[in-house]
């Protein structure tokens, strides 16, 4: 049992539980499956500064910051409790791409080339940890939710905003990943 | 009562203001309710780690095409959800605590096109939206703590600039 347990989760197991989420959380007391307002939380809870866009009663919202810790736990009992010994695979024209940038360690769930202490004072480092999160926190929130309050509650829901989001998210995900990664591995 | 049913829908506005997930319910419930919610996130938090959905690398080759499983992954997502919204609102399902289920429809702005942009591009180049952030940060890898701090700071950013930014 353990060892099923260990192995990669194919898509499908994956996708059907995420889906469950959704009706879960409504079923439970009304709450709208997305994290990126977490964010907008932390800002609201420690420091609004008097801006409108955080005068709010967060407090309302904690239920949301109670989920994010228990991802947070969970993620813990996986990586901890019944983790994977073998190395990611990848596909093999993504490991000669990015063999050519340095990065041969498929470890962790993050190229550890890129993505540690270590390398948080070399310039690639810095740009993708710092520059990364600030997009992802300044875009989620301009989007107005993130992958899963847009791509999964927002689509579930036939929203067509929220598919515009969608779109527009795999769009910047294609421009970064193909034409501006490239340049930024090379710092 | 009339002052305090003023400020619960104003209050109500400004939290829903660009942001797909709000809390609907009118109850009030003691703070360890909130437990539950905890549970769910556990179960969430495995599946992302099991399932490899934190991962950088899955990341990049949904970007390229080399891959299926983050499309397979979502697109089951979005149908199992979508599925049991309908059911959902059918047959008038209500919560545990006996409250209606409501939905609110969602207003199309250029945020969603501008934003979405700007945050496909942190997404390819972090290899992490908001939940796997920390879920990264639970599997041990401490330095997403800073990624975390950075995404907090720029939704403060977009906070500040808010009313002078096109939506």
């Known amino acids: 049992m353990k060892e099923f347990l260990q192995q990669p989760w194919p898509w499908y197991v994956a996708g059907a539980l995420i889906g469950l989420i959704v009706p879960i959380l409504l079923l439970l007391g009304n709450k709208h499956f997305g994290i990126s307002a977490n964010l907008r939380h932390a800002c609201a809870a420690c420091f609004p500064a008097g801006i409108n866009f955080f005068q709010y009663n967060w407090k309302k919202e904690s239920w949301n910051l109670f989920f994010v810790g228990g991802i947070l736990i969970g993620a813990m009992i996986a990586a901890f409790g019944i983790p994977d010994p073998n190395p990611i695979l990848v596909h093999p024209e993504l490991v000669n791409e990015l063999k050519d940038y340095g990065i041969t360690d498929y470890s962790s769930m993050v190229p550890t080339e890129l993505v540690s202490w270590d390398s948080f004072f070399s310039a690639r480092g810095l740009v993708m940890m710092i520059g990364g999160g600030f997009l992802v926190g300044f875009g989620s929130r301009y989007a107005g939710g993130c992958t899963s309050g847009h791509a999964i509650m927002g689509l579930a829901n036939l929203q067509w905003p929220s598919l515009v989001a969608t779109c527009c998210f795999m769009a910047g995900g294609f421009l970064m990943a193909n034409l501006i990664l490239p340049f930024i591995m090379k710092l | ?167």
């Open chain 2, 1 to 167: 009562m009339n002052h305090s049913q003023t400020e619960i829908v104003t209050d109500f506005e400004v939290r829903s203001l660009d942001t797909m997930c709000i809390n609907e319910s009118e109850q009030q419930h003691p703070w360890w309710y909130n437990f539950k919610y905890l549970a769910v996130g556990i179960l969430f938090g495995i599946v992302f780690v099991k399932a490899e959905i934190i991962s950088w690398f899955r990341m990049q080759e949904m970007f390229r095409f080399q891959s299926f499983h983050m499309y397979g992954v979502i697109g089951t997502a979005v149908v199992v959800a979508a599925i049991s919204i309908a059911l959902i609102k059918k047959f008038k399902v209500q919560t545990i605590h006996g409250e209606d289920i409501h939905f609110t429809p969602k207003k199309f702005n250029k945020g969603q096109i501008i934003g979405g942009l700007i945050f496909g591009l942190g997404w390819a180049l972090t290899g992490a939206c908001p939940g796997p952030i920390f879920a990264q940060i639970g599997m041990g890898i401490t330095v997403m703590i800073v990624v975390l701090l950075s995404a907090i700071a720029g939704t403060w950013v977009y906070g500040y600039f808010r009313d002078r930014l096109p939506h």
